[in-house]
């Protein structure tokens, strides 16, 4: 090998490590930066805690500071009354979110390619998205036999529109020359579907999924105060009437850091598929 190729080589290895250097680093600031403002939010809540400890009118509700909170969190995690309280809402999301997917994505595409579709129901969709999901409430309960149905119908309604929206909005976008080339390769509806439309909407669909995660893991909570017997909201309303404060505390923290967890999850799919549209 010659002197050349050799200080090339090591060019290569130099590179390569400056890189993995600089990528470390700024995991590491993100890192930091992340921690430098979980602290700040935590010295807030102390301080409030402790602002609600000398004040004689709001003594009762001491326990929502940080120590008595953490301290039955560390209860509840080692009895296993966070999955127990957890499991019964992430399956409620989980089946909402589902069918939100199943017709809004289809329903999406359709919208986005189709000029007189997305004229006919841009009016009346536009007027259901603008109607609280909790709206809803009182015809899910006398429409659905069962308190979880009810719930899985309001999740339902406040997650199908972002998903939606966000669908048609990236069909809109894609190149026409792209389906122009596929069919004149002879490519079907199916192929152009799975093989053209759905990589090129891929970040667009978990986009709006990842909206809509978000509404409704807000939605969750004020709909299990309905009747059921477990779940989150369940927990903050028991809580509630129990006077138990650090258990509601410690309930709220759940949730915070399950819908933190949830939503990471969701960023790094959206990443995943961003290599799909340069444009994005």
């Not at 809540?45 to 953490?70: C, E, R, V």
């Not at 026409?176 to 579907?193: D, E, Y």
Request: aromatic share 10%.
């Amino acid at each position: 090998m010659t002197d050349a190729a050799f200080s090339q080589s090591d060019q290569l290895r130099s590179d390569a490590t400056k890189a993995r250097i600089a990528m470390l680093q700024g995991w590491l600031r993100s890192l930091a930066i992340g921690a430098l403002g979980l602290a700040i939010l935590g010295a807030l809540w102390a301080l409030g805690g402790w602002y609600i400890a000398q004040s004689p009118g709001m003594f009762a509700f001491a326990q929502l500071a940080p120590l008595p909170t953490l301290e039955r969190l560390w209860d509840m995690a080692q009895r296993g009354e966070i999955w127990h309280m957890s499991a019964p809402s992430l399956n409620r999301v989980g089946w909402g979110l589902g069918i939100a997917i199943l017709i809004g994505v289809p329903m999406g595409i359709l919208i986005g390619r189709l000029a007189w579709l997305r004229d006919l129901s841009n009016a009346p969709f536009q007027l259901l998205r603008m109607i609280s999901p909790l709206s809803w409430m009182p015809i899910a309960i006398m429409a659905f036999a069962t308190w979880d149905a009810a719930i899985i119908f309001l999740i339902f309604v406040a997650s199908v529109w972002p998903i939606m929206f966000a669908t048609a909005a990236g069909v809109k976008r894609i190149d026409p020359a792209w389906l122009k080339v596929s069919r004149n390769l002879g490519a079907n509806p199916l192929h152009m579907l799975f093989y053209v439309i759905l990589p090129a909407i891929a970040q667009d669909i978990m986009t709006g999924i990842r909206l809509a995660l978000g509404i409704a893991w807000v939605v969750l909570v004020p709909a299990e105060y309905l009747g059921v017997s477990s779940g989150l909201g369940f927990a903050i309303n028991d809580a509630r009437d129990s006077l138990d404060y650090a258990r509601l505390g410690a309930t709220v923290l759940v949730i915070g850091v399950i819908g933190y967890a949830l939503d990471s999850l969701c960023l790094l799919a959206i990443k995943r598929f961003s290599w799909l549209r340069s444009d994005t």
